[in-house]
């Protein structure tokens, strides 16, 4: 799962260095000056149109390497800054591949956990057994929905085609109960109104933004919301997991609301520091990703509170929701998103394998059960480090661990 961000464009790897120039090393030596006539100015431009497409290597994520590599804003002129450049390995185009290809398959986890829920809900309401949907949250819901639809603009900036799908079909499942839900009535209309009118907003403008038809001004504008709502939603969940513990109150949305908005206009009114505004910027991902993140610690407190409930749950439902987000594990790890690897590796380790814990210690399922699945678990995040290791050309794990989280 189931995320602050940066402007992407899409830059052609550079062709191999012939044979007679020195080869470019990530860890090699930094180009002290370079001067318009110089080979190694040459090497560092990007691929002209008339280039041959066997010459070129296109990476599903090209922000990672512009920020990753220190490759300069735009290829005319001549820098005198530092440049260190990436040799790209044949291993290294095969990890890009792979991984692009395990997010896209998350769908189908993804899918399947969401599916039996819709089914049942349809069943009901053929039968007119209203009250059975009573049983789902439509809070609990909505702020599912809200942490897709936030991702969704949030991969679709990163071009990440793979993650963009998954976090619209997200989008997309979760209506479909949402609607289900209103049809019951056990969803306020007009809060399935508005949820309606921002869930069709915000995927017509991801999609006209995603093929650079939408104004600036008005990606800017959607952002913001987000922002705002992401900031307004998460505290008041947090707040509304621990009643009857502390007093129900609407105040955590308020003041957080509050506080997002004036954020938001300082940012655009540039009265905030350089640093201020990106992170300004970053909250949406964030925000919704915490969301995510928020969902299994509510199910557990609920499962210390009521272990009966723990009977109720599916071992295979946490079982596919371990796997869907263990899939994204390699992908955010490739890329160095901290923020996408944060909220994968929580739900794949808390909402997933915390819950069999769960159930494990109060003998819902097996012994053999859990432990096949706690193995599976360490064992494929150990491939993807090692497996990333060898892709970047690290010394060791530990290595590709702290480029991940300091970006370095």
């Known amino acids: 799962m189931s995320s602050p961000s940066l402007p992407s464009v899409r830059l052609p790897l550079r062709p ?31 691929l002209v149109s008339a280039a ?36 790209v390995t044949k291993e290294y185009q095969e990890w890009d591949s792979l991984t692009a ?38 809070l609990g819901m909505l702020t599912g929905l809200l942490g897709n639809l936030s991702l969704v603009s949030y991969f679709a900036k990163k071009r ?39 869930v069709a907003a915000g995927l017509i403008l991801n999609l006209l933004n995603y093929l650079g038809w939408l104004p600036a001004t008005l990606w800017q504008l959607w952002e913001d919301f987000m922002t705002v709502g992401g900031l307004a939603v998460l505290p008041q969940v947090m707040w509304s997991t621990f009643v009857p513990f502390i007093p129900n109150s609407i105040l955590p949305g308020i003041i957080c609301g509050s506080l997002a908005v004036a954020a938001v206009v300082m940012a655009r009114l540039g009265k905030l520091s350089e640093g201020g505004t990106k992170f300004v910027g970053s909250l949406s991902g964030w925000t919704a990703t915490l969301l995510f993140m928020w969902m299994p610690v509510a199910q557990m407190w609920t499962n210390y509170l009521n272990p009966s409930n723990i009977e109720g749950l599916s071992a295979f439902s946490m079982l596919l929701g371990m796997i869907g987000n263990g899939l994204m594990i390699p992908r955010a790890v490739f890329i160095r998103d901290l923020m996408w690897f944060t909220g994968s590796i929580w739900a794949s380790i808390l909402q997933g394998w915390g819950n069999l814990a769960c159930m494990y210690c109060c003998n819902s399922i097996s012994r053999e059960f859990f432990f096949a699945t ?35």
């Open 374 to 408: 706690t193995f599976g678990l360490f064992i494929w995040l150990g491939f993807t480090f090692c497996r990333d290791t060898g892709a970047y050309g690290n010394s060791s794990p530990m290595t590709s661990l702290k480029e991940l989280i300091f970006g370095k």
């Open 160 to 198: 990440e085609n793979e993650a963009v799908i998954v976090q619209t079909l997200g989008t997309i499942s979760t209506y479909v109960v949402i609607v289900q839900l209103a049809m019951a009535e056990s969803m306020p209309m007009p809060q399935f109104v508005a949820t309606s009118a921002v």
């Open 52 to 87: 041959p497409a066997s010459s070129s290597y296109r990476s599903a994520l090209l922000l990672h390497r512009r920020r990753r590599h220190a490759l300069p804003e735009a290829a005319e002129g001549v820098t005198t800054t530092p440049v260190l450049i990436h040799k």
């Open 101 to 138: 290809k395990l997010a896209g398959g998350a769908n189908v986890p993804f899918l399947l956990l969401q599916l039996p829920q819709i089914i049942l809900n349809s069943r009901n309401l053929l039968a007119g057994n209203k009250s059975a949907l009573f049983a789902v949250p439509w």
């Open 16 to 46: 191999s260095p012939p044979p007679t120039a020195t080869p470019l090393s990530r860890r090699g030596p930094v180009l002290r000056s370079l001067t318009p006539s110089s080979p190694a100015l040459a090497l560092l431009k990007p």
